[in-house]
């Protein structure tokens, strides 16, 4: 399950670009970063570039569609969410929940993955502090943390002079290393996470290896997707690999990495641990689909990278 997907249409697994009709929503256009502080701006903006077509923005939201994720990871949250998606998208219940466990866990995952990456800092992801804006589809397309709560390296302007050890103040926290704060973001994305994934599975016909494997190829796309900012095509590839090291066993059916060459460039692609069921609505398979074989699916990844233009990625 991509963000856009090859062949004639948008999937509802994979829209192009939703757009929330009048009176739901403004219409959301490119990646945002709001509240940016100004020694980072232009870090900022790399974060903004890395999750479009999605946004971050912290602060309280305002406008509507707005809902925040300790209802969206409740049970009247899941059951309101899988009813959405499966009534406007003509989905099963299985298909439903694989679609909002992708759609959900990109949200919440994947700021905190770029952040990591590109400006090492985890925010906190705790859900009574972030909100979610979902489209009528049932897609959400931007992330709001309500206040920035995050951890970072000593060295880190915001750390305040404070050491690891030292505690947290109100909203900053410092560790020692890398290491450490990659720790905390495994810890941060499943803290979050499992309490969904477990209201999940207990609605559907689904096991943990399926929802857990919708998480891992979000949590592994968000990664490669930092390319977009760092130009390094490796970087995003081997943090992913250490932070499935640290997230297992939790985090399972991890997708494996698909590697070729394409017009004289390395292209790093996915193939998913487990199936997002998206062939089950079309007639057409994902670029990271298990079930097809590397020729089809390499062949389906040129295709997807040709209609990005220069620059385009393999995710």
Do not use: K
């Amino acid at each position: 399950m991509n963000e856009r997907r090859t062949g004639s249409a948008a999937s509802p697994a994979a829209p192009s670009r939703e757009v929330a009709p009048e009176g739901t929503a403004p219409e959301f256009s490119g990646g945002t970063v709001q509240c940016a502080e100004p020694p980072f701006e232009a870090s900022l903006r790399d974060l903004a570039e890395v999750l479009e077509p999605r946004g971050v923005q912290f602060g309280m939201p305002d406008g509507p569609g707005w809902a925040d994720c300790a209802f969206l990871t409740g049970p009247a949250g899941v059951a309101e969410a899988l009813a959405r998606v499966g009534d406007t998208h003509g989905a099963s219940p299985e298909v439903a929940a694989s679609y909002l466990a992708n759609w959900y866990s990109a949200n919440v995952a994947a700021p905190a993955i770029a952040c990591f990456v590109l400006l090492h800092r985890v925010p906190a992801l705790t859900p009574a502090t972030m909100s979610l804006r979902v489209l009528d589809g049932g897609w959400f397309d931007q992330t709001a943390f309500h206040r920035p709560a995050m951890t970072v390296l000593a060295d880190d302007p915001i750390a305040g002079g404070a050491t690891a050890g030292d505690g947290m103040n109100a909203r900053i926290g410092v560790v020692g290393d890398v290491a450490a704060l990659r720790g905390r973001l495994v810890e941060e994305v499943l803290a979050h996470l499992q309490p969904f994934v477990e209201e999940l599975r207990g609605r559907v016909r689904l096991g943990l290896p399926a929802l857990w494997g919708a998480v891992a190829a979000q949590c592994a796309r968000a990664f490669l997707l930092t390319e977009r900012a760092t130009g390094d095509p490796h970087l995003g590839r081997v943090e992913a690999d250490a932070f499935f090291s640290r997230a297992t066993p939790t985090i399972r059916a991890r997708p494996r990495w698909h590697e070729f060459v394409h017009h004289g460039r390395r292209y790093t692609g996915i193939r998913r641990g487990s199936c997002c069921l998206a062939y089950r609505l079309g007639d057409d398979y994902c670029t990271s689909c298990p079930f097809t074989g590397d020729q089809d699916r390499e062949e389906r990844l040129r295709a997807w990278i040709d209609t990005q233009g220069n620059g385009g990625l393999a995710v």
